[in-house]
C-alpha cells in the first residue's frame, strides 16, 4: 500500500512539472524579441537569430574607440595639423602680395623711364629741328666776313677784286661740302627728271635727249634735290 501511494504522487508531480515547462515555453515564444545592442560599447546581437554574428561584433569593435585618449590625441593632431596648413596657406598669400606689389613698382617705373625717354627724344628732336642749320650757319660766317671786308677796301684793283672773291667762292664751297651739299651740274649727261628740269630742247649733233646746256646748276642735300638744274635737252636734227 505504502508503494502505491509513492507511484500516485510521482506521477502527479510529473504532469504538474510538464504542465510548467509548457508554460514556460510558451512565454518565451511569445516574449519581445532580445535587443540589438544588448552590451555597451556598440556591440550589435542578431534580433531574429539565436547565434551570434562574430564578425558584427568585430568590425562593431573595430569602429568602437578602444582608447579614448588615443582618439584625443589624434582629434589634437588633425587641429595642429590644420593650423599649420593655416599658417602656410597665409604665408603664400603674404608672399603672392609681395611678389605683386613688387611687380606694380616694377611696371611703374619701367613706364616713367619709357615716359621719360619719349619726352627726352621729343626735346632731342625739336632741338635737332631748331638747330639744324647751325653748323652750316658757322660755316657760312666766314663768306659774310670775306665779302665785308673786300667792300671795306677802297680804290681796291680788279685783280684784288677777283682775288677776293675767289677766296670767298672757296670759302662758300668748303661750306658747302661740310653741310653735304652737292653741286649737280648735267652737262653732256642725259636728262635725268628727278634731277634736272628742261626748260626747251635744240637740234645738236649730240646724242637725243642729253643735256647741251645748263642754265643754273641744281643742288642735292644729303642725295635729295632741293635745287633742279635748269638745262636745255637735245633733240635729232630735221
Known amino acids: 500500500m505504502p508503494m502505491a501511494t509513492a507511484a500516485t504522487v510521482t506521477a502527479a508531480d510529473a504532469v ?11 512565454a518565451r515564444e511569445t516574449a519581445a524579441p532580445a535587443p540589438t545592442h544588448a552590451f555597451a560599447g556598440g556591440l550589435s546581437l542578431p534580433a531574429e537569430e539565436d547565434t551570434l554574428d562574430f564578425g558584427n561584433i568585430a568590425q562593431d569593435a573595430q569602429d568602437a574607440p578602444a582608447d579614448p585618449a588615443a582618439a584625443l590625441r589624434d582629434a589634437e593632431a588633425r587641429v595642429v595639423e590644420a593650423e599649420v596648413r593655416s599658417v602656410k596657406a597665409e604665408a603664400r598669400a603674404v608672399e ?8 606694380h613698382e616694377a611696371l611703374l617705373r619701367s613706364r616713367a623711364e619709357t615716359e621719360n625717354a619719349r619726352r627726352r627724344a621729343q626735346e632731342d628732336v625739336a632741338k635737332a629741328s631748331k638747330f639744324a642749320a647751325e653748323k652750316f650757319a658757322g660755316a657760312m660766317l666766314p663768306v659774310k666776313d670775306s665779302l665785308e671786308a673786300a667792300l671795306a677796301i677802297e680804290n681796291q684793283t680788279l685783280e684784288k677784286l677777283r682775288e677776293g672773291v675767289e677766296l670767298t667762292l672757296r670759302q662758300l664751297v668748303a661750306a658747302f661740302e661740310g653741310a653735304n651739299l652737292a653741286e649737280e651740274n648735267p652737262l653732256g649727261q642725259k636728262f635725268d627728271p628727278n634731277k634736272h628740269q628742261a626748260i626747251g630742247t635744240v637740234e645738236s649733233d649730240a646724242e637725243p635727249n642729253t643735256v647741251v646746256t645748263v642754265l ?5 642735300l644729303h642725295g635729295r634735290v632741293i635745287r633742279p638744274a635748269m638745262v636745255m635737252v637735245a633733240r635729232a636734227k630735221a
Not at 16 to 26: F, I, N
Request: aromatic share 8%; charged share 40%.
Open 96 to 103: 603672392a602680395e609681395a611678389r605683386f606689389a613688387e611687380e
Open 16 to 26: 504538474a512539472v510538464e504542465k510548467t515547462v509548457a508554460e514556460k515555453t510558451a
Open 216 to 220: 643754273q646748276k641744281g643742288y642735292l
